[in-house]
């Protein structure tokens, strides 16, 4: 029901895999490096996704996310340079530090309404992003949080904001 932490680390011949339906758990680091790895889709049986999971795939793009996860850990898609777009599920309520560092080929991102922070460079060198609509329960955006999303036209920023870290929007 579980997959360990550095189960398939550095596979990197590994393409695709076909996740059981009774997975509960994945954790810490257990994809990552597998630079050849181009999709998955995790049933939504598992409700813990842990840090680094799928940092350094450089070649995936498209992920499925279960939809009762509640936090989007940290560097969980680090350096997916492939990567185009990814959907987080409602339930999800925080985004940690470096999650979508250097995801260079992001070019959308819904953020759900229950997200309350995002974390320290969570989006850090996504060069190809265009616009962010944070959601109204929104209170915190870290440090770097969107440093050099060079192609970052609009960004709507509710009044529940509380605290923007230093050069959360330097670079754009």
Not at 109 to 137: K, M, Q
Not at 138 to 155: D, E, P, R, W
């Amino acid at each position: 029901t579980s997959i360990e932490d550095y189960a398939f680390c550095g596979c990197e011949r590994l393409t695709s895999i076909t996740l059981p339906s009774n997975l509960t758990r994945i954790s810490d680091y257990a994809f990552q490096n597998c630079i050849s790895l181009v999709t998955i889709h995790i049933p939504n049986s598992v409700t813990s996704i842990g840090g680094s999971v799928f940092d350094g795939c450089r070649h995936l793009k498209y992920v499925h996310l279960p939809d009762n996860m509640t936090s989007i850990e940290a560097y969980l898609f680090d350096g997916c340079t492939s990567l185009t777009s990814v959907h987080i599920p409602n339930g999800v309520t925080s985004i940690g530090d470096n999650a979508f560092n250097n995801c260079t080929s992001l070019i959308s991102v819904t953020i759900p309404n229950n997200v309350e922070s995002i974390g320290n460079d969570a989006f850090c060198g996504c060069i190809n992003l265009t616009s962010v609509h944070l959601p109204n329960r929104m209170n915190s955006i870290g440090t770097f949080a969107f440093y050099c999303c060079k192609k970052l036209t609009s960004v709507t920023i509710p009044s529940s904001v509380t605290s923007i870290g230093d050069g959360t929007f330097r670079a754009c």
